[in-house]
């Protein structure tokens, strides 16, 4: 999966956790956010791209990408 089409199919936008703050979605493939700071739930094991890339990993606005956490 390219990141292009992980930032398609994306639903970071409708996570309890996510701030708005100008930043490209798509942590899982991008990396830890700059802005968010506290966890308010997580829903990437619900999230097309994490399923599609066989990502095991959660909270990549938080701990970075998947990636990064390995």
């Not at 390219?2 to 930032?7: S, V």
């Not at 899982?28 to 997580?42: A, M, V, Y």
């Amino acid at each position: 999966m390219e990141k292009t089409e992980a930032i398609k199919l994306c639903i970071c936008k409708s996570c309890p956790t996510y701030r708005e703050c100008r930043e490209r979605v798509a942590f899982c493939f991008l990396g830890r956010s700059k802005c968010i700071k506290e966890d308010h739930g997580c829903i990437c094991g619900g999230c097309p791209v994490h399923d599609k890339a066989n990502f095991k990993r959660y909270d990549y606005c938080l701990k970075g990408s998947e990636k990064q956490q390995k």
